[in-house]
């Protein structure tokens, strides 16, 4: 685990992330606050892009939790079955459309404790939605966000928990809206975690990983019988 880097680097590594992408969006396709819970509680175990697929036909025919219930779980399953834990994850869309219709007038309520009382609601979930959708500075770790934090020091801690409050006191005020995109595009895309893309970047001179990639030497053409490459 890295040390937590100070203020001043760490106002320059937001500063170049805003910089490069302005407007960082989330990958999950959705076209409401009730689609967006949907969408980001689907994703638990999945991929962006294969939720985006399960979802691209159910959303045209289930987008308010009163549609969703009229779909039933068996209709919600037809859709969702190529995404891990479908019969669970449907079962748990299926409970939070029936407690937003009852509860709460078939609205996304939009305070923190009250999506998480929503079943397959867990406090990402909730800081996604938040973030996404009320333009709060919710802070949603996922494991990309927890390695880079840790991996580069922008937000160090031995949990979520303990990452999510490391970006909240550390990355200045006015990237908090944004920040978790970036870090989360930058652990999907750059930071990765196998094999990190150190050369390309933007912020490696920032970055005290020491065990920083570097380009591969390019190969040495072989010489063609008669040829001399010196």
């Given amino acids: 685990m890295a040390k937590q880097l100070p203020y001043r680097t760490m106002h320059e590594i937001f500063t170049r992330f805003h910089a490069a992408e302005p407007e960082p969006k989330g990958e999950l396709n959705h076209v409401n606050a009730y689609t967006l819970v949907v969408a980001v509680a689907l994703s638990a175990q999945a991929t962006d892009a294969g939720v985006n697929k399960a979802t691209a036909k159910l959303f045209q025919i289930a987008d308010t939790p009163e549609k969703m219930l009229e ?6 399953i037809e859709h969702i079955k190529t995404i891990g834990l479908f019969r669970n994850k449907a079962k748990n869309v299926i409970k939070l459309s029936r407690i937003l219709v009852e509860d709460y007038g078939g609205e996304v309520p939009s305070s923190r404790a009250a999506l ?3 079943p397959g609601v867990g406090r990402k979930t909730a800081n996604v939605v938040l973030n996404m959708w009320w333009h709060y500075p ?4 996922d494991t990309h966000i927890f390695r880079v934090g840790n991996r580069t020091g922008i937000a160090p801690g031995k949990d979520v928990d303990a990452v999510e409050r490391a970006i909240e006191d550390n990355v200045p005020a006015e990237f908090q809206l944004h ?3 970036w870090l989360i595009l930058h652990g999907r895309y750059t930071c990765v975690a196998r094999k990190p893309k150190c050369p390309a970047c933007l912020i ?5 990983f020491e065990d920083k990639t570097v380009e591969p030497a390019p190969k040495r053409p072989r010489a063609k019988k008669g040829q001399d490459l010196t």
């Fill in 71 to 76: 779909l039933g779980e068996e209709g919600l």
């Fill in 179 to 181: 920040a978790h995109h």
């Fill in 204 to 208: 490696r001179d920032l970055c005290p």
């Fill in 116 to 118: 998480q009382s929503l």
């Fill in 138 to 141: 919710a802070q949603a770790v």
